[in-house]
């Protein structure tokens, strides 16, 4: 194995013990919780070890680096998440590589990811991220839908042509009530989630927790974790 290989076998190494001892601590069966790697700035090279290892799914929040990236990996059997905020304007590039987008949040957003899905013939599955640092309506400060906006945003992805309604993603927020409080933050995801799911049974993936706060997020009932610098180191610069 190169060193490359192997610094990253033994980060996943960590990592898959970390979800594994929460879902121990959670009385969850291992199998519920998928792993997403995020690999946002770094390489295609990186992407093909992580396949390598056994990862299935990956995620990047810029379109600009996904692109490119997810094209010199298309030989890959990889599940490809959109996490970024998502201008309609880079809509078009998306949906030509990406299986899920899971940061919908307004209706001109889903107006374009169904036109785009169905003009290629894709179905394109959806989470709704939700903005804890919102207020009950609004946006949040890195983008999402207040909690009092989920009902509305479902029905329209619901009840859109290419689109599957797949549930609901958060990134812990900085600010507001739940700043420092992700096993709360977290729950509240899991109340939203039961509420969305009364309407949308089949949109269960809950999607929470980072490599700072994957446990929070399996305790908590998380189905998703994305995980970027525990598995590929410290990012340089921003991202
Ligand atoms: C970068 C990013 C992650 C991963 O963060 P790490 O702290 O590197 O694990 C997860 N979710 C989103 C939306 C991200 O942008």
Known sequence: MTDRKDEIAANMARVE????????????????????VVTKTY?????????????????????????????????LPLTWHFVGQLQTNKVRSVAGYADVVQSVDRSKLVTALSREAVRRGRELGCLLQVALDAGESGRGERGGVAPGGIEELA??????????????????????????RQRAAFGRLM???TDLRRAHPAANMVSAGMSADLEEAVAAGATHVRVGTAVLGVRPGLG
């Open 155 to 180: 029905a329209l992805v619901a009840a859109a042509p290419g689109l599957r309604l797949d549930g609901l993603m958060t990134v812990a927020p900085l600010t507001g009530e739940y700043a420092g």
């Open 191 to 193: 109340d939203l989630s």
């Open 43 to 75: 390489p295609a090279s990186d992407v093909r070890v992580l396949a390598e290892l056994g990862v299935r799914h990956v995620a990047e929040n810029r379109d600009q680096d996904a692109a490119p990236k997810a094209a010199a990996c298309s030989d």
């Open 17 to 36: 013990q970390r979800i594994a001892e929460a879902c121990a601590a959670a009385g969850r069966p291992r199998e519920e919780v998928t792993l997403i």
